[in-house]
């Protein structure tokens, strides 16, 4: 199942006060960018981050899974504490590179 508008538009909302925040639908899910950075995979409207060290204490009574068939395991973003997910995002977005810039 492919994730919602609606689902997309609230975590579009909840990481607002972070900057400029943008999905991009891909193969029928959503990755979700912060100033440039892919933070989240949106998939089935769960919100997933990849497990980095940087995270861990505050996502260690997180869910995990993989978003897709042959995805590494991430965490399972809690959106309902608008706090918290700043936190993660912000952490996130320090410790994961800009994406490569494609060549022709």
Same mark, same amino acid.
């Given at each position: 199942?492919?994730?919602?508008?609606?689902?997309?538009?609230?975590? !579009?909302?909840? &990481?607002?006060?972070?900057?400029?925040?943008?999905?991009?639908?891909?193969?029928?899910?959503?990755?979700?960018?912060?100033?440039?950075?892919?933070?989240?995979?949106? !998939?089935?409207?769960?919100?997933?981050?990849?497990?980095?060290? !940087?995270?861990?204490?505050?996502?260690?009574?997180?869910?995990?899974? !993989?978003?897709?068939?042959?995805?590494?395991?991430?965490?399972?973003?809690?959106?309902?504490?608008?706090?918290?997910? &700043?936190?993660?995002?912000?952490?996130?977005?320090?410790? &994961?590179?800009?994406?490569?810039?494609?060549?022709?």
């Amino acid at each position: 199942m492919a994730c919602s508008t609606e689902f997309i538009d609230f975590i !579009c909302q909840t &990481l607002s006060p972070l900057g400029e925040v943008r999905s991009r639908k891909m193969m029928g899910d959503y990755v979700i960018y912060v100033n440039g950075k892919c933070v989240i995979t949106a !998939c089935d409207n769960n919100a997933y981050v990849k497990k980095l060290p !940087c995270i861990a204490g505050i996502m260690a009574d997180a869910e995990s899974g !993989c978003p897709y068939p042959g995805a590494k395991e991430a965490y399972i973003l809690d959106l309902t504490d608008a706090r918290n997910t &700043l936190k993660v995002i912000e952490l996130l977005w320090d410790n &994961l590179p800009f994406p490569k810039s494609k060549k022709k």
